[in-house]
Every structure is written in structure tokens, then in C-alpha cells.
């Protein structure tokens, strides 16, 4: 019988420190292994509050893939229709462009250094509209780009007449039965280890959610609840045709022979990572309230490796 604690501990992880790993597969309740404190002293739990950082972008596509395919959303579409106040290099930049991180849009260090206040979508929207151009085209090279999720919220709301935060617990959390999720402009009910308010722009970020309903998420995208799965695993491309092994706010990857789709997110003091793979409807979810390192990766992959290439995962869960 495998050990949960051991996995964990061979990926490098202290029993005192806080962390949440989570493992869902099918109807079977989920396995869990919990330990360590918040910075309230608190016991981490299933059910603890924590930021989502750039988990929140597949939330976003999500919400973007609903308006694509009701018709009130034009992927093609330019980015100047939708953010009339930037530059004229919006002109190039097609909405498909920020999901896939094609867009070209200045590197996110160089507009948070323009920043004169906390970091906001409207903050962020300022700072772009400070570049008079491009360094790059747009579809020529896949460079992932926070600001360009931010963008993309930006646009997702004006077009759907609806602040994000609403439209996110409308059309995702509610339905779902994610009653712990939410996107958020605020630091959110649980403070990071470190004491530094997590950033308020939308899009990028902005989601609170916790280890049970990122289960609920990708046990929702393996069985394709909403109804945009495939549209949202599909890899995109850049312009001349070449593949990209990034779908819409997901990696896409692959672990013995079975296609994962994968994505991380962390602020000082967080790291998370989410996997599923809906060949087997299996979800894995990591949430470590005070780690700098990239150990998530390794304990990720090995779960994988003992799960995927099994012929029943019910023997080993």
C-alpha cells in the first residue's frame, strides 16, 4: 500500500509545513493529505481559504469560452473593439491572441514597473497604454503574459455587460457547486505566510477558491459540465501555424501516454498546481501556504507516476 506521507515527504516537504494535496477520481471521495498551520494558526485543511494566483486564468477562459460559443464574444476579434483606450497596437491583437500568450504585449516586469500604486486591472491598463508600441508582432511567438489576461478580463466584461467577479459565480461557481470560489479585488479571508496583500487585478488572478472545489473544477472540466472542455483543451497556434503546447489558461502536456492538461500559480509565500487527466477523471490539486521553491512539480509528477500507468486506480486510492 502506498504512502501518502511518504510521496509527500520524497518531493521534499517538512510535516510541519502548511500544505493541502488533494487527489479526485471519479465519484470516489477524495484522498487528502493535510497538514502544517496558516499564519492565523489555524490547521490546514481541505476547506482553507487560499489565493488561486494563475489558477484563476483557466476561470477566466472558461467565462471567455461560454461568450465565444453563445456568440456574443468574436475570438478573432481586435482588442482595440473591446480596450478603445490603448495604443494602436491594439488594433493587431486579437483576443485569441491573449488567451494562447501570443498577444506581444510588453513584458509583465516592465509594465509592473510602471505601477505607481497597488497592482489593479486598471492599474495594469494604464501601464499598457504608456507603450506606443509593440515589441514584437502579435502571433509570432508564444510568451506567457499576465497583463494580457488582464486584458482579456477587461474585454470578457465590457462584452458580456457584467463585472467579472459576477459573471465568474453566475456562470461557473454557482452552477459547479463552488461555494467556496470566488474572483475577489480584495486580499480574501486567508493571509499568505508572508504578510503581503496578494495582488487586486482581475483576470491574471484575483480567484479564492480552496483543495475541495479545485477538485470540483477539474473534475467539471474532465466530464465537461459547462460545456466548453474541448474548446478549452484545444492547443492554440501561433499565426504561421505552429502548434503551441498551451490551450486556454492550460498547459497541455502528456504523462504515460495519457494527455494532462496542468497549469501552476504562486505569489511570495504560495505555490499551487493543478492537474487532470480526463481519460481517467483524475484531478490532482496542491496548495502550499509557505513555499518559494518548485517542489510542487516534483510531488506532482510523482503522484502521476504512480496513478496514471495504473490499470486500476481504485487498488491504489
Given amino acids: 500500500m502506498w504512502s501518502f506521507a511518504a510521496v509527500v515527504g520524497n518531493a521534499g516537504y517538512r510535516p510541519d509545513e502548511p500544505l493541502v494535496v488533494g487527489i479526485g477520481h471519479g465519484d470516489r471521495p477524495p484522498v487528502l493529505l493535510c497538514q502544517g498551520a496558516t499564519l492565523r494558526g489555524e490547521p490546514v ?12 486564468k483557466q476561470m477566466t477562459a472558461a467565462c471567455v469560452a461560454l461568450l465565444v460559443q453563445e456568440g456574443g464574444l468574436d475570438p478573432e476579434s ?16 486579437r483576443l485569441r491572441h491573449l488567451v494562447h500568450h501570443t498577444a506581444g504585449l510588453p513584458a509583465d516586469s516592465a509594465v509592473d514597473a ?11 491598463l494604464q501601464a499598457l497604454a504608456r507603450f506606443p508600441a509593440l515589441d514584437r508582432r ?16 477587461a474585454a470578457l466584461e465590457r462584452a458580456a455587460g457584467q463585472p467579472l467577479p459576477d459573471l465568474a459565480r453566475d456562470r461557473l461557481f454557482v452552477p459547479l457547486g463552488m461555494g467556496d470560489t470566488r474572483f475577489s479585488e480584495g486580499p480574501g479571508a486567508a493571509p499568505l505566510v508572508r504578510p503581503r496583500p496578494a495582488p487586486l487585478s482581475l483576470g491574471d488572478g484575483g ?33 504561421d501555424g505552429t502548434p503551441l503546447d498551451y490551450a486556454c489558461g492550460i498547459g497541455v502536456r502528456s504523462h504515460a501516454g495519457h494527455r494532462v ?8 509565500g504560495l505555490r ?36 496514471v500507468d495504473q ?7
Fill in 138 to 153: 502579435p502571433g509570432v511567438e508564444h510568451v506567457y503574459s499576465n497583463a494580457g489576461y488582464v486584458c482579456l478580463a
Fill in 207 to 239: 480567484v479564492w477558491s480552496t483543495a475541495l472545489d479545485l477538485l470540483r473544477w477539474g473534475h467539471a472540466l474532465n466530464r465537461d459540465e459547462l460545456g466548453v472542455s474541448a474548446l478549452l483543451e484545444t492547443p492554440g497556434r501561433l499565426d
Fill in 78 to 93: 481586435a482588442l482595440s473593439r473591446w480596450l478603445p483606450e490603448l495604443p494602436g497596437w491594439a488594433d493587431d491583437v
Fill in 311 to 317: 490499470q486500476d486506480l481504485a487498488d491504489v486510492l
Fill in 261 to 268: 492538461y496542468r497549469h501552476g500559480g504562486g505569489w511570495p
Fill in 272 to 307: 499551487l498546481l493543478h492537474a487532470r487527466v480526463p481519460e481517467l477523471d483524475l484531478c490532482l490539486v496542491l496548495i502550499a501556504l509557505d513555499d518559494h521553491t518548485e517542489r510542487r512539480a516534483v510531488l506532482i509528477d510523482s503522484l502521476l507516476d504512480l496513478l
Fill in 45 to 56: 485543511g481541505a476547506a482553507t481559504l487560499a489565493y488561486a494566483a494563475s489558477l484563476s
Fill in 114 to 124: 510602471l505601477l505607481v500604486a497597488d497592482r489593479t486591472s486598471p492599474g495594469v
